[in-house]
Nanobody, 120 residues
Framework: QVQLVESGGGLVQAGGSLRLSCAASGSIFSINAMGWYRQAPGKQRELVADITNEGSTNYADSVKGRFTISRDNAKNTVYLQMNSLKPEDTAVYYC??????????????WGQGTQVTVSS
């Protein structure tokens, strides 16, 4: 079983910055990719950004140029630096890990979510 522990959410004014962190622990042989998703009230969960083990990144169009995803493979930790935040970025942000277990099964795990609120 894998646990993803997120931190760094909070309340910020428009134009401000926040940095989210997510640390993975547990029965992990290797992590294939990690990412951040978000879900605003009344909306579906959507991909914000993800990063592969090799460092390739992918961003939602709405956050390109403002958000940066990075990863520390040695610590099984992924970060999301969020700059120039907008009220429409308000959502619960979820960490996701796509990983291989010790039995070499490809599995997926979610964090509990962290609230990001951007005031206008």
């Amino acid at each position: 079983q894998v646990q993803l522990v997120e931190s760094g959410g909070g309340l910020v004014q428009a134009g401000g910055s926040l940095r989210l962190s997510c640390a993975a622990s547990g029965s992990i042989f290797s992590i294939n990719a990690m990412g951040w998703y978000r879900q605003a009230p009344g909306k579906q969960r959507e991909l914000v950004a993800d990063i592969t083990n090799e460092g390739s990144t992918n961003y939602a169009d709405s956050v390109k140029g403002r958000f940066t995803i990075s990863r520390d493979n040695a610590k099984n930790t992924v970060y999301l630096q969020m700059n120039s935040l907008k009220p429409e970025d308000t959502a619960v942000y979820y960490c996701n890990a796509n990983y291989y277990s010790y039995l070499r099964r490809l599995l997926n795990s979610w964090g509990q979510g962290t609230q990001v609120t951007v005031s206008s």
